[in-house]
């Protein structure tokens, strides 16, 4: 237990002058001033940076205790942290893919491509028939209003509204495959630790996807009002304006907190083996 406090405490007090020094930057030179509730997520950064430095000081005690020699003790040391922070998290994205059983977004945008040129072709079918010139009707008018209207309710409009739901299906996929590399990463305390941070800093996938629908809201409403939907008009005074609300600290905590349990039971786990070892 001694060795394992001054390890840490030897580490701790290292990099408290990096955080000082870099909250001083941030305070004064860039004049950014801190709500409460920005200095406890800050606070909570810390914690979790000591809680994920607290756990490799004692995966570093534990391949001391495991060695016998200092080289076996490196090498033990080395191959732990190659997996710990390369192997797993890159394993959790690469079988993300395979293990969602959901297309991909390659195949998702071509079929989107192939049903708006069939549209396309079936729409200019119906407003040019087969002998007419692309530029007159049947009797050498042009085309009637009439024709083309017909043409847009049913080829164009049914077009559109399904490569609507197509692209909501494309973010709900990616949402759901998103979601999955992050569970399957999180088995990593390292990446553990960086879902805690990205989350609380407000830059986090849940916060990229609340942002996303933010901004495909913002251009339907955008462009009914460019377009002249006249429903959409008599209903605001004014064009759109895109709002987007960041996470309350309780929302991002229960994001986090999952992340927080699994570098507090990965130190514990460590501890545990560590002090069996030294009884042996």
Request: aromatic content about 12%.
């Amino acid at each position: 237990l001694g060795k394992l406090l001054g390890h840490f405490s030897s580490l701790a007090i290292a990099t408290l002058p990096a955080l000082l020094l870099a909250l001083l930057v941030v305070s004064t030179i860039f004049s950014l001033p801190f709500s409460p509730e920005e200095w406890l997520r800050f606070g909570l950064i810390v914690a979790a940076g000591y809680l994920y430095l607290l756990f490799f000081t004692l995966l570093g005690v534990l391949g001391s205790a495991v060695g016998r020699r200092p080289g076996t003790s490196l090498v033990i040391l080395l191959l732990a942290w190659v997996l710990l922070v390369f192997a797993l998290p890159s394993a959790g994205a690469a079988l993300s893919r395979p293990l969602s059983g959901i297309p991909s977004r390659a195949e998702m945008e071509l079929k989107k491509s192939l049903l708006l040129r069939n549209s396309l072709k079936n729409y200019y079918e119906i407003l040019y028939p087969r002998g007419v010139a692309m530029d007159h009707g049947s009797n050498g008018s042009p085309v009637s209003q009439a024709l083309e209207r017909k043409a847009n309710q049913e080829i164009m409009e049914p077009c559109l509204k399904e490569i609507d739901r197509l692209n909501q299906e494309i973010r709900k996929q990616q949402s759901f495959r998103l979601e999955l590399a992050q569970d399957l990463s999180r088995l990593s305390p390292a990446t553990a630790f960086v879902f805690i941070a990205v989350e609380l800093a407000g830059t986090g996938i849940h916060s990229f996807q609340r942002m996303v629908e933010a901004l495909f809201r913002h251009a339907r409403d955008y462009w009914k009002w460019f377009g002249g939907d006249i429903a959409y008009i008599n209903a605001h005074d004014a064009p759109p304006v895109f709002h987007f609300r960041p996470d309350s600290l309780g929302q991002s905590f229960s994001w986090i907190w999952p992340d927080l349990l699994i570098l507090l039971l990965a130190s514990i786990l460590c501890f545990a083996i560590t002090y069996a070892v030294f009884l042996r």
